[in-house]
């Protein structure tokens, strides 16, 4: 399929298919546009699996998971003058301090930032 978010997946050893679909985690209108084509990819499978949504999670998820090893940070990922670039530019245009976030995981920066550039049309994330 030519989406870029549903990917149908099958392997030469079988005739069977199997669906991908990549949600952004957003509330943006533009992401929800192909939901069509992904509920009649879902009627033809014979199993569904979904990830688990964490906002309506009754012990919330522990901050940990979303943290660098204990000793390491955003700042060794890269060279100093890089760190300084990132770090500005996220400032000036996100108003994100890297800094209050050094132990996260480049992952869940980025997730920030979309959240920041994206709109908020839907009532639930995608």
């Known amino acids: 399929m030519k989406q870029s978010l549903l990917w149908q997946l099958q392997t030469p050893e079988t005739d069977k298919i199997s669906y991908l679909f990549?949600?952004?985690h957003v509330r943006d209108a533009k992401a929800f546009q192909t939901l069509t084509k992904v509920y009649?990819?879902?009627e033809t499978c014979e199993s569904f699996a979904a990830?688990?949504?964490l906002d309506v999670s009754q012990g919330g998820v522990s901050p940990s998971i979303m943290q660098l090893p204990d000793g390491q940070?955003?700042?060794d990922?890269?060279?100093p003058k890089q760190y300084i670039k990132l770090?500005?530019?996220l400032l000036k245009t996100y108003q994100i301090d890297?800094?209050?976030y050094k132990r996260l995981l480049p992952f869940f920066l980025v997730n920030m930032i979309s959240q920041?550039?994206?709109s908020e049309d839907m009532p639930l994330a995608l």
């Open 22 to 24: 990549g949600t952004m």
């Open 40 to 42: 009649e990819a879902i």
């Open 51 to 53: 990830e688990y949504n």
């Open 73 to 75: 940070h955003l700042s």
């Open 77 to 79: 990922m890269m060279r």
């Open 87 to 89: 770090q500005k530019m």
């Open 98 to 100: 890297v800094n209050h």
């Open 116 to 118: 920041t550039i994206l």
